[in-house]
């Protein structure tokens, strides 16, 4: 089987693209914390870079005081783990 490199995402304005994208990021991050530099996410303005990285950065913060969100939920069904090692690979993580 052929390892899967990139996925595309295509959507109209609104439609919840910087969630969506903050999302797949922590789900790889967190599955491979080593390579957190090596995920590249593409959007079309700096503003919306911006945007993306705040929200990861904020979440990774939130998940690591014990604050698991909806998004947080569809992290651990995705990864297989519970809350308690969301908020300690979240900790790891935001501290690299």
């Not at 052929?2 to 790889?28: C, D, P, R």
């Not at 519970?82 to 300690?88: I, Q």
């Amino acid at each position: 089987m052929q390892e899967k490199l990139f996925t595309v995402y295509k959507s109209s304005a609104g439609s919840g693209k910087t969630y969506t994208l903050a999302k797949s990021y922590l789900i790889l991050a967190l599955q491979f914390p080593e390579k957190y530099r090596r995920i590249l996410a593409v959007t079309f303005t700096n503003k919306a870079t911006q945007e993306m990285k705040d929200r990861i950065v904020e979440t990774l913060a939130e998940f690591s005081e014990g604050n698991i969100t909806d998004m947080g939920k569809d992290i651990m069904t995705a990864l297989a783990i519970t809350a308690n090692e969301l908020t300690s690979r979240s900790a790891e993580l935001l501290a690299k």
